[in-house]
C-alpha cells in the first residue's frame, strides 16, 4: 500500500511537470507568434507584389499572342494582295474567324471607310460618322503598329472590350486596321496561369481608373477607383495601395498603360490564422497532455513486462549456457571414462583367462584388483569433477583454486586436445577461495572456449602456435585468473562494448557469452571481468572476492 501511495504521489508530480511545461510552450508560441506577426503581414505583402507582376507577366503574354496571331494574318493579306478585294476579304475573315477562337469579332476597316466585321461587308448608313475617324482605327495608322484599345462600348457587341488592332499594307502603304476584338468581361477566365492565395482578390484598371474586372466587395472596389483617379490626378508613381486594413500591390501593364491589383485584408487574413493557430494550439496542448499521460502509463506497465521478461530471458540464458555446455563437454565425459572402463575390462577377462587355465594365483589377484581400484578411483573422480561442475545449488564453499581450474581442464582435455590446442597453467600453491566454485569454473569455461576459437581461427595450418597461458594470482581480497591467447584479438569498434552489449569476434557466434559471464561474475561471486589487453596477447581477466561470505556479510 505504501509503495502504491508513493506511486501516486510520484505520478502526480509528473503530471504536474507536464501540465506546467504545456502551458509554458503554449505561451511561448503565443508569444513567438505575436512577434512573428509583422514578419508574416511583411511576408504576405511581399507575395502580393509577386503575385501582381505574375497576373501582369501573364496578361501581357496574352495580348501578345493575340497581336501575333493579328500580324501573321496581316502579312498573310499583304502577300496575298486581298485586301482590295471585298469577297477575298469576306472568304479570310471567316476563315481566320473560325480558327481564331480567342477573339469574339475580327473586323477591318479600310482607308475607303469599307468596314467587314466577321467575313460580312457592313455598308455605311445615311448620317453615318467618318468610320475612319474611330479611335483605334485612327491609331492604329498614325503609329502604323500594333495597338490596343479599350472601347466603352462596342458597335455590334454593345459591350466594353478590347480592340487589338495591326497595319495592313498595300505596296508598301497603310490600307487598313485589321482587329480582332475580345469582350472585357471574358478577360479573367482567358487568363487562367495565375491563381490567388486564398481569401485574395485581384482586378484591372483601366488609364481612366475604373475596374474593369467584377469585385465581390462593391464598396471596396468603389474606393479603389477613388484612389486611382486621386494618384492619376497628381501623376504619382502606383506600386501598392493601403485602403483600411487592405495591402494592395500594383504592377503597370506597358502596352495598354493599365494596372493590374493584387489585394487581401490583412485583418481578415490574420483573424483567419489566429483562429486556426489557437485552435491547433489547443489541440495540440489536450493531444499532449492524454499523450504524456499514456506515456507514462504505459511506461510503467511496459517497465514491469520488461522486467519479467528479462527474468525470463536470463534463465533461458542460463540453460543456454548450461546446455551448451554439456554438448561440448559430453565428448569429455566419454573420453575420460573409456580408458578406466576399457582397463577394468581387460583385468577382469585376465583373472577369467588365469582361472582357467589355473593359473591365478593370490599375487596375481591382489596386483589385478589394486589395478582395478586405480581405474575406479579414476572413474569417481572423473565423476565427482562433473558433478560439482554441473551441480544446481550455489552454495559458497572453501577449495583450491588452482586444483579448480585444474578440474576444469580435465573436462575440457578432449576438446582442446582435438583442436592441438596447449594450455599452459601459472599458479601459486596454496590460493584458498570461499566461493561458488562450479560459477567459478562455468565462467572460465566461457574465457577459454573463446581463447581457443581464437587460436584455431587464427594458426589453421601452424598447430604449434595454438597455445592459452592461464595464470592465477591471489591478495588479501581478491583472486584474479588471467587467460591470455594470441588470436586475432578485439577490434577497436568492439574493446568497449563486448562485455556490456551482447556483442561477438566470430563469424557464427550470439556474442552473449562474454556478457553472461561478466553477469554472472557480477551478480554471482561479487567479480568482474576485463580485457586487460586487446591484441598480441589478447588477455581477459576474472576477478573475484577471495572470501564471499565476508562480503555478504558486510552487504548485510
Known amino acids: 500500500m505504501k509503495f502504491m501511495k508513493a506511486l501516486k504521489e510520484h505520478n502526480f508530480k509528473i503530471y504536474l511537470i507536464i501540465i506546467i511545461s504545456s502551458l509554458f510552450l503554449v505561451a511561448l508560441g503565443a508569444n513567438i507568434y505575436v512577434g512573428a506577426k509583422a514578419k508574416i503581414t511583411e511576408l504576405a505583402n511581399k507575395n502580393k507584389v509577386a503575385t501582381s507582376e505574375n497576373i501582369v507577366d501573364n496578361f501581357q503574354i496574352w495580348l501578345d499572342e493575340r497581336i501575333n496571331s493579328l ?19 469576306k472568304n479570310f475573315i471567316v476563315l481566320f474567324k473560325q480558327n481564331a477562337k480567342e477573339f469574339d469579332i475580327v473586323q477591318l476597316l479600310r482607308e475607303d471607310s469599307e468596314i467587314f466585321v466577321n467575313g460580312k461587308h457592313i455598308l455605311k448608313t445615311s448620317g453615318e460618322e467618318d468610320r475612319t475617324s474611330l479611335v483605334w482605327y485612327a491609331e492604329t495608322k498614325a503609329t502604323d503598329a500594333p495597338t490596343v484599345n479599350f472601347m466603352q462600348r462596342h458597335r455590334v457587341l454593345n ?75 497628381t501623376d504619382e508613381d502606383i506600386t501598392s495601395l493601403n485602403i483600411g486594413s487592405n495591402f494592395i500591390s500594383v504592377a503597370e501593364i506597358p502596352t495598354l498603360n493599365w494596372f ?41 506497465f511496459m517497465y514491469a513486462r520488461i522486467k519479467k521478461l528479462q527474468d525470463e530471458y536470463e534463465i533461458l540464458l ?20 573409456i580408458q578406466p572402463v576399457n582397463s577394468l575390462n581387460l583385468m577382469i577377462s585376465t583373472l577369467l583367462m588365469l ?23 579414476l572413474l569417481s573422480n572423473t565423476i565427482e569433477i562433473f558433478r560439482n561442475f554441473y551441480k544446481t545449488s550455489e552454495n559458497i564453499e572453501e577449495f583450491d583454486v588452482a586444483q579448480s581450474v585444474k578440474n576444469l581442464l580435465t573436462l575440457m582435455h578432449t576438446e582442446l586436445s582435438r583442436a592441438n590446442v596447449r594450455v599452459n597453467l601459472e599458479a601459486s600453491e596454496g590460493i584458498k577461495a570461499r566461493q561458488i566454485e562450479n560459477i567459478i569454473q562455468q565462467i572460465l569455461l566461457i574465457l577459454i ?61 550470439s556474442g552473449i557469452g562474454l556478457y553472461f559471464g561478466k553477469k554472472l561474475a557480477n551478480e554471482k561471486i561479487n567479480g568482474d571481468i576485463k580485457l586487460l589487453s586487446a591484441a598480441n596477447p589478447t588477455t581477459f581477466e576474472l576477478s573475484f572476492d577471495v572470501d564471499l561470505r565476508a562480503d555478504r556479510r558486510a552487504l548485510k
Open 71 to 89: 500580324v501573321l494574318a496581316a502579312k498573310f493579306m499583304e502577300n496575298a494582295g486581298v485586301v482590295s478585294d471585298d469577297e477575298r476579304i
Open 159 to 233: 459591350e466594353a472590350t478590347l480592340n487589338f488592332c495591326v497595319p495592313v499594307h498595300k505596296e508598301g502603304k497603310f490600307a487598313a486596321a485589321f482587329c480582332g476584338v475580345v469582350k472585357t468581361s471574358g478577360i479573367f477566365k482567358n487568363i487562367s496561369n495565375f491563381k490567388l492565395p486564398p481569401n485574395s482578390y485581384s482586378f484591372l484598371v483601366t488609364h481612366g481608373g475604373e475596374v474593369l474586372s467584377p469585385m465581390k466587395d462593391t464598396a471596396l472596389k468603389e474606393k479603389i477607383e477613388r484612389k486611382f483617379r486621386e494618384l492619376f490626378l
Open 260 to 300: 493590374i491589383g493584387a489585394g487581401t485584408d490583412n485583418e481578415k487574413e490574420l483573424a483567419e490564422l489566429n483562429r486556426a493557430v489557437l485552435k491547433n494550439a489547443l489541440v495540440l496542448l489536450f493531444a499532449f497532455v492524454a499523450l504524456a499521460l499514456t506515456a507514462n502509463f504505459l511506461h510503467n
Open 318 to 337: 542460463t540453460h543456454k549456457a548450461k546446455m551448451s555446455e554439456a554438448g561440448e563437454l559430453i565428448s569429455g565425459i566419454n573420453h575420460q571414462f
Open 355 to 377: 582361472q582357467k587355465d589355473g593359473k591365478l594365483d593370490d599375487e596375481n589377484l591382489r596386483s589385478m584388483l589394486q589395478s582395478g581400484q586405480k581405474s575406479v578411483q
Open 449 to 509: 572456449h573463446n581463447a581457443k576459437d581464437a587460436v584455431v581461427e587464427k594458426f589453421k595450418d601452424d598447430l604449434c602456435r595454438r597455445e592459452i597461458k592461464l595464470s592465477v594470482s591471489a591478495d588479501g581480497q581478491k583472486c584474479r585468473i588471467g587467460v591470455s591467447d594470441f588470436g586475432g584479438g578485439v577490434s577497436e569498434a568492439l574493446k568497449d562494448k563486448i562485455l556490456t552489449e551482447p556483442k561477438t569476434t566470430k563469424k557464427q557466434g
